[in-house]
Each structure stands twice: as C-alpha cells, then as structure tokens.
Nanobody
Framework: LQVAESGGGLVEPGGSVRLSCESSGFILQYYDMAWFRQAPGKEREGVSCTRRSDTDGKTFYSDSVKGRFTVVRDGPLRNTIYLQMNNLEPEDTAVYYC???????????????????WGQGTQVNVSS
C-alpha cells in the first residue's frame, strides 16, 4: 500500500497548517492509519492513530498534541485524510509521516513497529 503526505511548510508559532495523507489505489478510510513525526536528532514518535471507518473510527492523540491537532476524515475524498494542526509551537518542528497497514491500539499513541507502509514525509517548520 502506498501513501503520500503533503502540505508542510514554514509557519509562525501560534499558526496553523493542514497536512494531507493520500492513498494510491485503495480507500484510505478503510484502514487504520497513523500520523508520526520525527524531529532532528530524535526518534520518530506517534502523533495520532485513527481506526478504520467500519469500526468506531475514533482517533487517539499523543499528549503533546492533544487539543491542538485534529484528524479530519470526512472530506470529499475517501482516499485522503488530513491532520489539522493548530496553535503550533516550535517544538512541533519535524518531518511528519502518515502510515497504514497497521493497527491502532485505541488507548495510546501508535508505535512505529505497529505500521509497515509509510509515506516519504513532509517537513513542518515552526519558527518566527
């Protein structure tokens, strides 16, 4: 399965950006999917995990982004899921990845070992 991220860029602290994760050849909403990020010099960390649409469809967020980031999956394109990022902080600077072919635990942030298909990532820089 192939996915690709887009929408990154430079944003000022307190600003917003929306990332897209687009699937190729399959309907993304039929799969558990996750967002991860990797800051310079740090390990890749789970940001959110969204269960597929034929289950409860819930999203679990990491504590670091809860209340600021929202996964949007009700758009017109069933092969695209968005990560709406608000009130951004410099600490949110990272390469952001979406991943599929995995399983959302439902009670915690996802782990990289739980997903096997990854996009190439999109850079988000939060700076004034």
């Amino acid at each position: 399965l192939q996915v690709a991220e887009s929408g990154g860029g430079l944003v000022e602290p307190g600003g917003s950006v929306r990332l897209s994760c687009e699937s190729s050849g399959f309907i993304l909403q039929y799969y558990d999917m996750a967002w991860f990020r990797q800051a310079p010099g740090k390990e890749r960390e789970g940001v959110s995990c969204t269960r597929r649409s034929d289950t409860d469809g819930k999203t679990f967020y990491s504590d670091s982004v809860k209340g600021r980031f929202t996964v949007v999956r009700d758009g017109p394109l069933r092969n695209t899921i968005y990560l709406q990022m608000n009130n951004l902080e410099p600490e949110d600077t990272a390469v952001y990845y979406c991943a599929v072919e995995g399983f959302c635990n439902g009670a915690r942030a996802p782990k990289t070992s739980e997903f096997s298909s990854w996009g190439q990532g999109t850079q988000v820089n939060v700076s004034s």
